[in-house]
């Protein structure tokens, strides 16, 4: 069985890690994986170097006549057996082409208008699958439920807290996202004075930065806030920080939230879309509501200074991780699909 992946994607963000996470999980897997996808300085290398056959086009807008009669080309060329794409863009250049079944790969509520030649539909979330039947009338025999795993690769080179200005006394809280007004990295902000002594390391790169910066002086925080910039050494950072905080407005999935589990980290999280559908309040992490800085500044005190709390979050986290997210439990479910939709 072999299994095109297509994807346009951005600089970086979390749908384009969790395409390279899985190609690559599937090559390691024994899985005949190949990549399609745009030019791009790091999932590209991270993808060659792993061994993952990859094409690059262009995937660009209106007058962008190379992606399809390239994708064509190399389907006709490659024969596999599944084409799947990632996100809007991939879905409507990837051509349709007879002997492979198209699928399609959803983290979020898309609009299906680019995914007319689709047939069937994976959502990451169960709440992505009730959209797509409730919501957009698919079938529901044409739509899959798969996580995205969450297990982290090895630490290749540790980093310590004073490799960021950190004091090995000062509870470290880190944030990894994409610098934009849909993660909460404001409320992360608001809510850091009111948490004494704590330090926040922000992880990524976006269009809020300077915003975002100019914030934390504003408050009176920027001597407790790290930028560390867009970082692709997740497993060292997980391991250095004492707790996970994901404050989003807007996350259809946030794998972020399981990779904290993983990582056996604390977590402190938003009721968004995807968290508040895996996260039980109290047992494997601190739920607040959305944009509510004192509920999330009271979490985040809490867990602080509790460590026979720190020590329960851990626990029970893990666990649902081992239960959901791993490895082995997301590509047993994959080539379960993949055989079942095959002719």
């Given at each position: 069985?072999?299994?095109?992946?297509?994807?346009?994607?951005?600089?970086?963000?979390?749908?384009?890690?969790a395409y390279v996470d899985?190609?690559?999980?599937q090559h390691r897997a024994?899985?005949?994986?190949?990549?399609?996808?745009?030019?791009?300085?790091?999932?590209?290398?991270?993808?060659?170097?792993?061994?993952?056959?990859?094409?690059?086009?262009?995937f660009g807008g209106m007058?962008?006549?190379?992606?399809?009669?390239?994708?064509?080309?190399?389907?006709?060329?490659?024969?596999?057996?599944?084409?799947?794409?990632?996100?809007?863009?991939?879905?409507?250049?990837?051509?349709?082409?007879?002997?492979?079944?198209?699928?399609?790969?959803?983290?979020?509520?898309?609009?299906?208008?680019?995914?007319?030649?689709?047939?069937?539909?994976?959502?990451?979330?169960?709440?992505?699958?009730?959209?797509?039947?409730?919501?957009?009338?698919?079938?529901?025999?044409?739509?899959?439920?798969?996580?995205?795993?969450?297990?982290?690769?090895?630490?290749?080179?540790?980093?310590?807290?004073?490799?960021?200005?950190?004091?090995?006394?000062?509870?470290?809280?880190?944030?990894?996202?994409?610098?934009?007004?849909?993660?909460?990295?404001?409320?992360?902000?608001?809510?850091?004075?009111?948490?004494?002594?704590?330090?926040?390391?922000?992880?990524?790169?976006?269009?809020?930065?300077?915003?975002?910066?100019?914030?934390?002086?504003?408050?009176?925080?920027?001597?407790?806030?790290?930028?560390?910039?867009?970082?692709?050494?997740?497993?060292?950072?997980?391991?250095?920080?004492?707790?996970?905080?994901?404050?989003?407005?807007?996350?259809?999935?946030?794998?972020?939230?399981?990779?904290?589990?993983?990582?056996?980290?604390?977590?402190?999280?938003?009721?968004?879309?995807?968290?508040?559908?895996?996260?039980?309040?109290?047992?494997?992490?601190?739920?607040?509501?959305?944009?509510?800085?004192?509920?999330?500044?009271?979490?985040?005190?809490?867990?602080?200074?509790?460590?026979?709390?720190?020590?329960?979050?851990?626990?029970?986290?893990?666990?649902?991780?081992?239960?959901?997210?791993?490895?082995?439990?997301?590509?047993?479910?994959?080539?379960?699909?993949?055989?079942?939709?095959?002719?």
């Amino acid at each position: 069985m072999k299994i095109l992946h297509t994807m346009a994607g951005g600089k970086a963000g979390g749908a384009e890690m969790a395409y390279v996470d899985l190609l690559i999980a599937q090559h390691r897997a024994g899985m005949d994986v190949m990549a399609a996808c745009r030019p791009n300085d790091q999932r590209v290398p991270l993808l060659r170097n792993a061994g993952v056959k990859t094409v690059e086009f262009p995937f660009g807008g209106m007058f962008d006549f190379k992606t399809t009669r390239g994708l064509k080309k190399l389907i006709q060329n490659e024969k596999p057996d599944i084409v799947q794409c990632w996100m809007s863009r991939a879905a409507k250049l990837t051509p349709k082409v007879d002997g492979c079944v198209k699928i399609a790969r959803l983290g979020g509520y898309y609009n299906l208008k680019y995914y007319k030649t689709v047939e069937h539909f994976i959502g990451n979330t169960p709440d992505i699958c009730r959209w797509l039947s409730e919501e957009q009338n698919v079938d529901k025999s044409y739509t899959h439920h798969i996580n995205n795993f969450a297990e982290l690769e090895p630490v290749e080179t540790h980093v310590s807290k004073a490799d960021f200005d950190t004091d090995e006394s000062e509870y470290t809280f880190l944030s990894m996202a994409r610098l934009h007004h849909v993660k909460g990295l404001d409320t992360a902000l608001e809510a850091l004075v009111k948490v004494e002594g704590a330090v926040l390391w922000i992880a990524g790169d976006g269009p809020d930065a300077e915003k975002l910066k100019q914030m934390a002086k504003d408050l009176g925080v920027d001597d407790r806030v790290r930028w560390l910039g867009w970082r692709t050494d997740r497993s060292a950072l997980f391991d250095a920080c004492d707790c996970v905080l994901f404050p989003s407005r807007f996350e259809p999935f946030g794998g972020t939230f399981a990779q904290a589990w993983a990582a056996k980290k604390p977590l402190v999280t938003t009721a968004s879309q995807g968290p508040s559908q895996y996260v039980t309040h109290g047992e494997d992490a601190l739920l607040s509501p959305i944009n509510d800085v004192d509920a999330l500044a009271n979490h985040m005190n809490m867990v602080v200074n509790d460590k026979h709390l720190q020590r329960q979050l851990v626990r029970n986290g893990y666990k649902a991780f081992q239960d959901q997210f791993t490895i082995k439990i997301v590509l047993e479910n994959y080539k379960n699909l993949y055989s079942s939709i095959l002719p």
